[in-house]
């Protein structure tokens, strides 16, 4: 009987799960739960035949068609288990932690009902994570140790698969946004059906709910000196603070002035660890592109790093200046797109720009929204600011912005450096900022800012790739390099993984473009495979495990291209200690 095996393990007066009933309409659903119970693991789940066809998949799902996933198949659920979140209490069978890793619709290729039969079940996922085909092969039985229910989850290669896929770096509810970490934490998680539809209708709804956890764990040290409780809805637009207009000439260190046409960004020095210090604020690091904005008799002009006009590449930005309470200004910030909990991600910003890093002839998507997170303010009606102190000026951009879709001030914490970090980790963030409180704006790399990351990332230069290997076509892998402080670009290893089939074919036709005799690297580049020059003028975004000692990169991964970098500033930055740079930027020591 359909759900009898379900019943049987389960007392549902000891557990939250639903009980069990078979569905009479289908709709194509399917889950992928990630379950801490004795041993962490991913349960698959289909709904088909009126309930769950479930397997348990140790290593989770991948879009590496490369990775052959073990997949047990386990008892029938009911279909009302597709948005179980929370936690099956102790003493119940799976006690432990339960979050919905992903959901979607499936679309089977051919009879789904003839293919499960005969162990090769053909499918179209289009979920939130998990796109494309799949397939689920029974494993033949017959082998020592074997129970008859072993299968293997396979991505098949098509437009979706990510070669070199990491699990990890999607680690996070797609229905609350919350990690395993915090669901057991939370006392409430029992309750999550009743607050779980409001945590998910707006999209950085998780984020201020996090952030207010921690400010009410720390009340006490939010105040200032003036015993005030900070306001530091860091995400939340609608939490930004609307202070009492300003009388710039009374502000120390504005200046009259007319209003520059260029600004350089000011920089951050990479330290190793997050620290809390009372003369410091804390800022998210945020994954997109920096940009300045010069607001002007109500137009818009944004400007990379690099001095680029961006304004025709993001046109729904130019209505900007109508939420902003000035006649000029230059504003600093950062150009984002946010993934479904509200996150930034960089592999959106990519397929919003439609590859045009890569190729002449890529696909844009403007339909993927963006946001510009505004965290400082240089110039106001007349006024220089930049020798005005940082939390001066972020008073005074928090007066002026009138919050919306496309415009979002950038809060912060004082003090509370190490838990923003700890905050900013469990939600796969890249890291955060540091500022000293009464720092300056400078147009230069210093000590005054402090960045932390969470993950190492690193922009290289393609000076060559390699042929391919098996079955793959066009390039092996891409081939790096940094400038030294002599100017000579080195080789520092070679990426293979983390493009998709769209990125890889792109990314080709450029290099052919780019081929060259000559070898652009000052020292030797080890290969086991041939490679072939590339002139030195793109700049791909990596993220690595770690250093070698001869100065490699460790297990490359390619997460896309740049143009707000140009090559020779792909330079090597290691993170210096937190301490020393701390205690030179407050004793006023240059960087």
Same mark, same amino acid.
């Given at each position: 009987m359909a759900l009898?095996?379900?019943?049987?393990? $389960?007392?549902?007066?000891?557990?939250?799960?639903?009980?069990?009933?078979?569905?009479?309409?289908?709709?194509?659903?399917?889950?992928?739960?990630?379950? $801490?119970?004795?041993?962490?693991?991913?349960?698959?789940?289909?709904?088909?035949?009126?309930?769950?066809?479930?397997?348990?998949? &140790?290593?989770?799902?991948?879009?590496? &068609?490369?990775?052959?996933?073990?997949?047990?198949?386990?008892?029938?659920? &009911?279909?009302?288990?597709?948005?179980?979140?929370?936690?099956?209490?102790?003493?119940?069978y799976g006690a432990g932690t339960v979050m919905v890793w992903d959901v979607g619709t499936w679309k089977p290729l051919g009879d789904a009902s003839d293919m499960l039969k005969k162990g090769n079940l053909k499918f179209l996922l289009r979920g939130k994570k998990l796109k494309g085909e799949f397939v689920l092969a029974k494993m033949k039985g017959g082998r020592r140790y074997s129970k008859g229910n072993e299968w293997l989850l396979i991505k098949k290669r098509d437009q979706y698969a990510v070669d070199g896929y990491d699990i990890d770096q999607y680690d996070y509810s797609v229905l609350t946004g919350r990690s395993l970490d915090q669901i057991t934490r939370d006392e409430a998680s029992v309750e999550w059906e009743s607050n779980r539809k409001s945590a998910v209708r707006q999209k950085d709804a998780w984020l201020a709910g996090a952030l207010a956890k921690v400010r009410g764990a720390r009340k006490k040290s939010a105040k200032d000196k003036k015993g005030k409780s900070k306001s530091s809805a860091i995400f939340a637009s609608s939490a930004v603070r609307q202070l009492p207009s300003f009388d710039l000439s009374s502000v120390p260190g504005a200046v009259r002035a007319p209003m520059p046409t260029t600004i350089r960004p000011m920089l951050a020095t990479l330290v190793d660890k997050p620290f809390t210090d009372p003369e410091w604020l804390f800022e998210v690091k945020w994954d997109g592109y920096r940009a300045i904005a010069f607001i002007e008799a109500g137009r818009l002009r944004l400007m990379s790093r690099n001095q680029n006009d961006l304004t025709a590449e993001y046109p729904e930005l130019s209505g900007l200046p109508k939420y902003v309470r000035a006649q000029t200004a230059i504003l600093d910030g950062e150009i984002v797109a946010l993934d479904e909990q509200g996150r930034p991600s960089f592999s959106l910003m990519q397929q919003r720009t439609g590859f045009r890093?890569?190729?002449?002839?890529?696909?844009?998507? &403007?339909?993927?929204?963006?946001?510009?997170?505004?965290?400082?303010?240089?110039?106001?009606?007349?006024?220089?600011?930049?020798?005005?102190?940082?939390?001066?000026?972020?008073?005074?951009?928090?007066?002026?912005?009138?919050?919306?879709?496309?415009?979002?001030?950038?809060?912060?914490?004082?003090?509370?450096?190490?838990?923003?970090?700890?905050?900013?980790?469990?939600?796969?963030?890249?890291?955060?900022?540091?500022?000293?409180?009464?720092?300056?704006?400078?147009?230069?790399?210093?000590?005054?800012?402090?960045?932390?990351?969470?993950?190492? $990332?690193?922009?290289?230069?393609?000076?060559?790739?390699?042929?391919?290997?098996g079955s793959r076509e066009h390039f092996g892998s891409i081939v790096l390099g940094l400038y030294d402080d002599k100017g000579h670009l080195i080789h520092v290893g070679q990426a293979g993984s983390g493009f998709t089939q769209e990125t890889h074919a792109a990314l080709w036709k450029r290099l052919k473009e780019l081929e060259t005799a000559k070898n652009p690297f000052h020292n030797k580049v080890e290969s086991t495979r041939r490679v072939h020059w590339v002139r030195p003028e793109l700049v791909a975004e990596i993220k690595f495990k770690e250093w070698t000692h001869e100065l490699k990169l460790r297990a490359p991964v390619f997460q896309g291209l740049r143009t707000d970098k140009k090559p020779r500033e792909c330079i090597f930055e290691f993170a210096r200690p937190t301490s020393k740079e701390v205690e030179k930027a407050e004793s006023g020591e240059a960087a």
């Open positions: 009898e095996e379900y019943r049987r393990k $389960r007392r549902f007066e000891r557990t939250p799960e639903p009980p069990p009933k078979v569905e009479k309409t289908a709709k194509h659903r399917f889950v992928v739960q990630k379950h $801490r119970a004795t041993h962490l693991h991913y349960d698959f789940r289909l709904e088909m035949q009126g309930v769950l066809k479930s397997w348990a998949v &140790p290593k989770g799902p991948s879009l590496d &068609p490369a990775d052959k996933r073990l997949a047990m198949q386990t008892e029938d659920h &009911p279909v009302s288990y597709y948005d179980f979140e929370g936690i099956i209490p102790p003493g119940n890093e890569i190729g002449r002839r890529g696909r844009k998507n &403007p339909s993927i929204p963006i946001v510009y997170y505004v965290f400082d303010l240089l110039y106001l009606d007349g006024y220089s600011l930049l020798r005005v102190d940082l939390e001066k000026r972020k008073e005074l951009l928090a007066s002026i912005l009138t919050p919306t879709n496309i415009l979002r001030y950038s809060d912060h914490f004082l003090t509370e450096g190490e838990a923003l970090f700890r905050l900013a980790a469990e939600r796969g963030l890249e890291g955060i900022v540091a500022k000293r409180r009464r720092s300056y704006y400078l147009q230069k790399r210093t000590r005054e800012w402090l960045k932390i990351k969470i993950s190492q $990332r690193i922009e290289c230069v393609i000076g060559g790739y390699t042929d391919p290997r």
